[in-house]
C-alpha cells in the first residue's frame, strides 16, 4: 500500500515537473537546441537564402578551409580586428576597474555616488551612446575637436569617418561603456578581502602600492578570472557598436567577426559562410575559455 | 569596520587629507568620463544654432524643451517607437519571469529522470553564442510567419538559461522543510510554487525583471534581424534610423538620447542593489 502510493506520487510528481518544465523546454529546444543543430548543417552548405531550400548545396568543410585560408579578405580582417579588439579592451579594462574599485574602496569620500556614476554608461543603449559620441567627435564642429584645436592641433582626426581612428576610437567607447561593471563586480570582491591581511601587511611597514601589488592582485584574483573570462566572450561578440558607429567601414577597416556574420547573412544571404563562422567564433571563445580555466591554477588564489 | 576601530585618531587624520586629495582626482576623472552624457544633457536643452558653440556653454545661453516636445511630433515615429519598445519589453519580462521561474522551481525542489544532465546541458548552451543560432532562427519565424512581428521576438526572447540558473540558485536556499511541511499539509506543487516559492523568491524575480528589462530595452540586434516594417522598429532600431533622418538636427537628437536612457536609469536609481546583485551572479549579456 505504502509502495504503491509512493509510486503514485512519484508519478505525480514526474507529471508536475513535465508542466512545469514545458515552457523552458519548448523554449530550449525551439530557439536553442534545433537552431544549434541546424546551423551546424548549413555550415556545411553553400546556400543563398533568396533562393530558396532548393538552392542548398553540401560542400562539406569548403566554407570552413575558406574562411580559415585567408581568401575571404573581410573575414580575415574581421578576425584580426577582433582579436585586436579583445586583446586591447580586456586588459586595459580590468586594470582600470581595478585601480578604480581599489580607490572607491576606503580611498574617497561617497564612494557609492562614484560607483553610481561609474555605471550609468553600462546601463545607457549601446546605440544612444554611441549616437553622442558620434556627435561628440563630429569632426569638423564637434565638441572634442574644437578642444582640439583650441588646444594648437591643427588637424584634429577624422575620428569614427578615419579608417586610422575609427578602431581606437571604438575600442575607447568599448572600454568606456563596460568600465563601471567592471568597478563593481572588482568592488564586490574588495570587500571580501579580510582587513586583517591589510593589517598584517601596514604591520609589516608595507606601503600602500605594495599593499596592493602583494595583498589585493592575489587575493582578488578570481574575480579577475571572472571579469578576464566574461570580457574576453563579450569582445568576441561586440556588434552593436560596430554596426552603429561605423558600419564595419570605412571599407572593411573596423569589421569584426559578429559583424561578418550578420553581413553575411542579412545583407548577402550567404547563409553557409555566415554559419561557418559563427562556429569558428564559438571554437576560438570555447578554446579560450579553456586555455583560461586550466591556466587558472597558476595564477588565481583561492583561499 | 574593524581597521576603523583600531586606527589611531592621528593616522585617521593623516589618512583624511589623501583621502581628500584622492577624492578630488577620482571626482575628475569621473567627470571626463561622464563628459559625452554631460553635453548630451545640456546639449538637448539648446537651441540649434548654439550646439557647437566654443568653448562650451554648458548652461545653455538660450535654455529651451522644444527639442522634447518635437521629437514626439514631426515625422520622425519616436512615439511609435518608444510604444513598441514598452510594448515588447514589458512582455518579455512578463514571459521571462513566468517560464524562468517554473523551469528554475523544477530544477531547484523537483524530481525527475535525468535532471541533472538536462541542467548540465542547459549551462553548456549559455557558452554558445548567438551568432551561430541566428541563421536558423531567423528561418525558422520565417517558416511560422512570425518573422517580422512582435510576438515572434517576445517568443525568442520569453526564454533564457540565464534567467533559469539565477531562479535556480535562489529556490535551492529555500529550505525543503518549508515544501515539505506543506504536502505534508496536503498542498501540490502548484500551491507551493504560487504561495510559497514564488513570495520568497521576489527578490531574485526582482532582479531577474529588472535585468531582462535593461537588456531588452537595449537589445539592438534582435530588432535588426528580425523586424523589417519601421511601424515596428523598437527604440533602439528606431534611433539609428532617427539618426539618418534627423541628420544634423544635432539638439533633437541628444533630446532623444536623453529619452531612451531614462527609463533606465530611473530604473537603476531604484533598483541598484538588484542590478549589481543579478550582475554579480554570473551575468552574460544577452
Known sequence: MRQLSRNRRRYMDNRAAFVFLLPCMLGFILFMVLPVLASLGISLTEWNFLGGLKSMKWVGLDNYAKLLSGKDGWFSTSFWNTLIFAAVTVPVGLLLGLIMASVFNNGVYGSAAFRFVVFIPYISSIVASLIVWQVVFQPSYGPVNSILMALGVENPPKWFVSAQWAFPLIITFQIWQTLGYNIIVFYAGLKNISPDLYEAATTDGATALQKFRHVTVPMISPTTFFLSTMGIISSFKVFDAIKVATNGGPGKATSVVAFYIYREAFENYRMGTASAAAWVMFIIIFAITMIQLYGQRKWVTYD | ?286
Not at chain 2, 571626463?32 to 548652461?59: C, D, G, Q, R, Y
Not at chain 2, 515596428?232 to 533630446?255: E, H, N, R
Request: charged fraction near 10%; aromatic fraction near 12%.
Open chain 2, 1 to 286: 569596520m574593524i581597521k576603523a576601530a583600531t586606527q589611531t585618531p592621528t593616522a585617521h587624520k593623516r589618512i583624511s587629507t589623501r583621502k581628500l586629495i584622492l577624492t578630488i582626482v577620482m571626482a575628475l576623472v569621473v567627470l571626463t568620463m561622464m563628459f559625452p552624457l554631460l553635453w548630451m544633457i545640456s546639449t538637448s536643452f539648446k537651441v540649434e544654432a548654439e550646439v557647437f558653440n566654443f568653448p562650451i556653454e554648458w548652461i545653455p545661453k538660450t535654455p529651451t524643451v522644444n527639442n522634447y516636445t518635437s521629437v514626439w511630433t514631426g515625422n520622425y515615429h519616436f512615439g511609435e517607437y518608444y510604444l513598441n519598445s514598452v510594448h515588447v519589453t514589458v512582455a518579455v519580462v512578463i514571459g521571462q519571469l513566468l517560464i524562468c521561474s517554473m523551469g528554475a522551481y523544477a530544477f531547484a525542489k523537483m524530481d525527475f529522470r535525468f535532471k541533472s544532465q538536462l541542467f548540465a546541458l542547459f549551462l553548456a548552451m549559455m557558452m554558445i553564442p548567438d551568432q551561430v543560432m541566428l541563421v536558423p532562427r531567423f528561418m525558422l519565424l520565417n517558416s511560422i510567419k512570425l518573422y517580422n512581428t512582435h510576438i515572434g521576438i517576445i517568443l525568442m526572447s520569453a526564454f533564457s538559461v540565464y534567467g533559469v540558473f539565477l531562479l535556480r540558485q535562489s529556490m535551492v536556499g529555500i529550505p525543503d522543510s518549508i515544501i515539505e511541511a506543506a504536502r505534508i499539509d496536503g498542498a501540490n506543487h502548484y500551491r507551493i510554487f504560487f504561495q510559497i516559492v514564488l513570495p520568497i523568491s521576489r527578490p531574485m524575480l526582482a532582479t531577474l525583471a529588472i535585468m531582462r528589462f535593461v537588456w531588452t530595452w537595449n537589445d539592438y540586434q534582435t530588432p535588426l534581424i528580425f523586424l523589417r516594417d519601421q511601424k515596428l522598429f523598437t527604440l533602439q532600431l528606431g534611433m539609428s534610423q532617427f539618426a539618418d533622418q534627423a541628420g544634423t538636427k544635432y539638439a533633437l537628437l541628444m533630446a532623444a538620447s536623453v529619452l531612451s536612457i531614462l527609463p533606465l536609469l530611473l530604473i537603476f536609481c531604484f533598483g541598484q542593489k538588484n542590478v549589481v546583485e543579478g550582475m554579480a551572479a554570473g551575468a552574460v549579456k544577452g
